[in-house]
């Protein structure tokens, strides 16, 4: 993993980004960082226009998105149109939204709907790449529904996450194999046990993770993008963001 390829996934700070003002304030700190490129999503509303000029300022590249769950399955022309205009060719359906993951049918029409806009995207020269939470380690007629994605499509690839295949009962490691050629994509999040023996998001490197394993196998299966993520932060969080960043290049970068 070279330090180019790590990336900071803009939800992290999506209270800091609700205006204009707010997103070229946030990104100039995150470039202050290290980092040199962003996966865009939970913020506010900006021209996609706008939104390159202050990208393009700051010396950041777009590399992923993440887009509206609805939006990805029934409008992804839309998806496609979005995409050009930030010059970025990886986006990921975020969250099964109004998805039944109990149910073999509702999980079936997903799938179908996942790889038929994923169709659309790879004509276009875009991949549509799937985000896991822990829901999606559930089984489902004896396989889990995250095996049963991509067993059942060809227009999708995955981003995994790393909290959450934890989280769910799978392990990392195996799952950065088993896409090997499908894994352009991902979410560096750390997993640490409060002492209220809670699960709990932290900064890389502070939690149990064994990232020195992780990564080796993302790369080995060609990773393109390790984005770091922390859907709850202790304090400001482009704090956190820039102590997950010291780690990984202080101890992973090769």
């Known amino acids: 993993m070279k330090t180019t390829q790590i990336a900071a996934q ?3 700070c999506r209270d ?4 204009p003002a707010d997103i070229a304030k946030t990104l100039h700190r995150i470039r202050e960082v290290g980092y040199t490129a962003v996966q865009i ?3 506010g509303p900006i021209p996609e226009e706008e939104l390159n000029t202050i990208l393009d300022g700051e010396g950041l590249v777009c590399c992923a998105t993440h887009e509206a769950s609805d939006g990805i399955l029934n409008s992804p022309e839309k998806v496609v149109e979005r995409l050009q205009k930030l010059r970025c060719k990886y986006t990921a359906y975020p969250y099964p939204a109004n998805v039944d993951l109990g149910s073999e049918a509702s999980v079936d029409e997903m799938i179908s709907k996942l790889d038929a806009a994923g169709a659309v995207l790879a004509a276009a020269g875009q991949v549509l790449c799937y985000h896991n939470h822990n829901h999606e380690f559930r089984k489902l ?8 994605i991509f067993a059942n499509t060809t ?3 995955g981003e995994p996450d790393t909290y959450w295949v934890h989280f769910g009962g799978g392990d990392n490691v195996e799952w950065c194999e088993r896409l090997a050629g499908r894994l352009p994509l991902l979410h560096l999040k750390d997993y640490m046990t409060t002492d209220e023996n809670k699960p709990n998001y932290c900064e890389i490197g502070a939690g149990n993770l064994n990232f020195a394993k992780i990564i080796p196998a993302a790369e080995k299966s060609g990773c393109e993008w390790f984005i770091v993520e922390q859907d709850v932060c202790p304090g ?3 704090d956190s963001l820039a102590q997950s960043f010291r780690y990984l290049t202080e101890n992973l970068v090769s």
């Open 41 to 43: 999503s939970g913020m």
């Open 155 to 157: 227009h999708v690839q």
């Open 16 to 19: 800091l980004l609700k205006t």
């Open 10 to 12: 803009l939800y992290t």
């Open 141 to 148: 007629g004896g396989k889990t529904v995250f095996e049963r």
């Open 236 to 238: 400001d969080p482009v």
